[in-house]
């Protein structure tokens, strides 16, 4: 089970690169105090784990619900994690996340950390579908708890990363930034390639047959 937790926290923080929410996360609290900026972290983070806990649990009788293979979901995902870390190497960013200019700013200090900050920008439909993934692979309660245990930390992680927004955007620098989003593509796509060829191996049998 450790090497799965660390396997499922490798591919939650090269998908979600909470780096790249600085920006936004300075953005919608630039006037706001330490305690307030500390509220909306905490909210947005506590979010990114309700998420993850929620899909973890239910992802799998979702799919059984929509009349979905897990094989087909796999490859599906596995495809648009792909496109993600393609776009992340090409210095892109995250494709199916929005662009700080195009986000509207919610009024309310709890909106604004819920959405856009926590979801789409930290965790999107890439994020959804990777939890979805692998909480329908075989390993049972295992599987899940390493899942949500994975979710805790990152939701930890991004806490961190938050309340260190400011140095942390200073000490990189948009050249920092943009060559850790390209290494976080890098290590994505080895993901991706990973999810579609378990997804392969269980469908070929089926249309093979």
């Given at each position: 089970m450790d090497t799965e937790f660390i396997k499922i926290f490798l591919a939650f923080?090269?998908?979600m690169n909470p780096f790249s929410a600085l920006g936004l996360f300075l953005n919608l609290t630039k006037n706001y105090s330490v305690a307030d900026r500390r509220k909306v972290a905490q909210i947005a983070c506590t979010t990114i784990f309700v998420t993850?806990?929620?899909f973890a649990l239910l992802g799998e009788f979702l799919l059984k619900?929509?009349?979905i293979s897990i094989g087909s979901f796999q490859v599906a995902g596995g495809i648009l994690v792909f496109l993600i870390a393609i776009s992340m190497m090409n210095g892109?960013?995250?494709p199916v996340k929005p662009n700080e200019e195009d986000i509207e700013i919610k009024t309310t200090l709890t909106a604004s950390a819920v959405v856009p900050l926590a979801i789409p920008m930290m965790i999107g439909?890439?994020?959804i579908s990777t939890v979805i993934i692998y909480s329908s692979r075989p390993g049972g309660w295992f599987e899940t708890v390493a899942i949500i245990a994975a979710g805790l930390f990152i939701s930890l992680f991004c806490y961190s990363g938050l309340m260190a927004a400011g140095r942390l955007s200073?000490?990189?620098?948009n050249t920092?930034?943009?060559i850790l989003s390209r290494v976080m593509g890098m290590l994505l796509a080895a993901v991706a390639v990973e999810i579609t060829i378990n997804g392969l191996k269980a469908i070929?049998?089926?249309v093979m047959s």
């Open positions: 923080l090269v998908l993850i806990a929620f619900f929509l009349g892109d960013g995250n439909p890439g994020g200073r000490f990189l620098g920092g930034l943009n070929l049998p089926y």
